[in-house]
Nanobody, 124 residues
Framework: QVQLVESGGGLVQPGGSLTLSCAAS????????MAWFRQTPGQERELVAS????????HYVDSVKGRFTVSRDNAKATMSLQMNRLNPQDTAVYYC?????????????????WGQGTQVTVSS
């Protein structure tokens, strides 16, 4: 049974940094893509960053390019999201996501598995 468990959310001031982590279990091999999504109340869940099983194949939504960095460690079955220069518009519940196969996750319906989410609040 596949499980995704996020950690690292919290309260941070504007301009600050935060790192989210996702621990995956239940996959038999490395050939699965992962991604971070976020959601605010009343809004659809949106893709933030995605990464294939090849760690240098990544994609970012325009609003986080240059500020967020996604990475993964296949040996440890973990994925991280380093978030810098955070602003209040980054406030959301952040979800770890995964799909079997090597193709990048581009949208919600690509996802096979979801984590439970972790709250990130950017406020002074």
């Amino acid at each position: 049974q596949v499980q995704l468990v996020e950690s690292g959310g919290g309260l941070v001031q504007p301009g600050g940094s935060l790192t989210l982590s996702c621990a995956a279990s239940g996959f038999a091999s490395y050939d699965y893509a992962m991604a971070w999504f976020r959601q605010t109340p009343g809004q659809e869940r949106e893709l933030v960053a995605s990464i294939s099983w090849i760690p240098n194949n990544v994609h970012y939504v325009d609003s986080v390019k240059g500020r967020f960095t996604v990475s993964r460690d296949n040996a440890k079955a973990t994925m991280s999201l380093q978030m810098n220069r955070l602003n209040p518009q980054d406030t959301a519940v952040y979800y770890c996501a995964a799909r079997r196969g090597i193709i990048l996750i581009n949208r919600n319906r690509d996802v096979n598995y979801w984590g439970q989410g972790t709250q990130v609040t950017v406020s002074s």
